[in-house]
């Protein structure tokens, strides 16, 4: 860039010198009588003037721009960020469910080996026998019911004792 302004440079001294003679300039109300190589000059002073009026023109249009896209791409990310923030509350929960589900299914394991245990010691000698009474009011099937279990132990006299765990309440 330097390299052609100095080019640019010694073009305008070249067209100078071979310019020496007398001009006169008429503006509408005044005459001036000057060297047509400050003419010259003049006019390419001018011209450049206005090249750099047109230019901060158009670079304060593009630094409007600029400042548009900026402001488009701060909203880009902060809506960026707030949908990434979305997903990984989203993941949490599920990730959160998963874990409630497979407790679920271990304490449903665990319920069925109980049972399943409960039921091998009923089978054994002794027999245990439970009665159920209900407090008489009637619910819907997906109600709960309230009952009260008594335990029995039947030893081989034929005699029904209560079972004594230390769990049942008077």
Do not use: C
């Not at 206005?50 to 548009?68: D, E, H, P």
């Not at 319920?111 to 209900?134: D, H, I, K, R």
Request: glycine share 4%.
């Amino acid at each position: 860039m330097i390299i052609i302004a100095i080019i640019l440079l010694v073009l305008v001294a070249i067209v100078a010198f071979l310019n020496m003679q007398m001009a006169t300039l008429n503006l509408y109300f005044m005459s001036f009588d000057l060297p047509l190589w400050l003419l010259f000059i003049g006019f390419l002073l001018l011209g450049m003037l206005i090249a750099a009026l047109f230019a901060m023109s158009k670079g304060a249009r593009n630094r409007q721009v600029i400042k548009n896209k900026n402001d488009e791409l701060k909203n880009a990310e902060a809506s960026r960020d707030e949908a990434v923030n979305r997903v990984k509350q989203e993941s949490e929960a599920q990730l959160e469910l998963q874990k409630k589900e497979t407790e679920i299914q271990s304490l449903n394991t665990r319920l069925a080996s109980l049972e399943e245990n409960q039921t091998t010691q009923q089978s054994g000698p002794t027999s245990t026998v439970q009665t159920t009474e209900t407090t008489g009011t009637k619910t819907s099937p997906s109600t709960s019911k309230d009952i009260h279990v008594e335990e029995y132990q039947i030893d081989g006299t034929n005699t029904a004792k209560p079972k004594d765990d230390g769990s049942h309440k008077p």
